[in-house]
């Protein structure tokens, strides 16, 4: 089955820096790939997915990447605030099966 | 996501009582989950089902019972409840990837704290 690792499992930022966040894959077949953003006592949200005809996505100051030889993508977020303070998840899918998520990396935005 | 919704939203209980959680949507989609989320770790499946006659036990299925009534309810029970069984437990719904236009992102409900005394 798949399996997905993160890193960092955590990451501090000054604000206005950028952060990046780090997932690999091992299922070669993979061919979708989400990213959640999880709030303190919230529900994990969908923030960008990239599928695996892309390169790269962008939505503002968030982007995704992604290198399928390498089996790896990662999400970027660029002119950090405060308020993406938060638990972000990678997953990994071939599609008609289920997400395997990463393990979670807590970004902390320091004022 | 209002279209995935569970209740209880906040449960206290005791050591060896039997509770059961509740997941409902009203996303149409065939396939429904059970994680369990623990303080600062990441999302741990219990169980899961791609329609309403399959039931397939996820990573950690020992304690737990599911129940699929129809494709917009799945149900998590916990026999007798245990302490370390004190989490967040998060229902979450998914289309079916493998077609032309379907994704297999999935979308979570509000979350149901559960502390076991």
Request: glycine share 8%.
């Amino acid at each position: 089955g798949e399996n997905v690792e993160q890193h960092p499992s955590t990451l501090s930022v000054q604000e206005g820096d950028s952060a990046v966040i780090k997932c690999t894959y091992s299922d070669s077949a993979s061919n979708y790939f989400p990213w959640y953003k999880q709030e303190l006592g919230k529900r994990p949200q969908l923030i960008i997915d990239i599928r695996s005809n892309v390169g790269e996505k962008k939505d503002q100051r968030i982007a995704v990447t992604l290198n399928k030889t390498a089996k790896h993508f990662s999400l970027h977020i660029t002119e950090t605030q405060p308020e993406d303070s938060a638990v972000y998840f990678c997953a990994a899918s071939n599609a008609g099966n289920m997400l395997t998520f990463g393990g979670g990396t807590r970004l902390m935005v320091k004022p | 996501d209002a279209d995935v919704t569970q209740t209880p939203r906040n449960r206290i209980t005791k050591t060896g009582k039997r509770i059961m959680l509740e997941c409902s949507q009203t996303k149409g989609h065939d396939r429904m989950y059970w994680y369990r989320q623990d303080p600062g770790l990441g999302l741990r499946l219990i169980y899961y089902s791609f329609d309403v006659k399959d039931i397939n036990k996820g990573e950690i299925s020992d304690g737990y019972s599911v129940s699929r009534q129809a494709q917009a309810k799945f149900s998590l029970s916990l026999e007798s409840a245990i302490p370390n069984q004190t989490a967040l437990y998060f229902c979450a719904t998914s289309d079916f990837g493998g077609g032309p236009s379907g994704t297999d992102t999935q979308y979570f409900g509000p979350g149901t704290r559960l502390t076991v005394l």
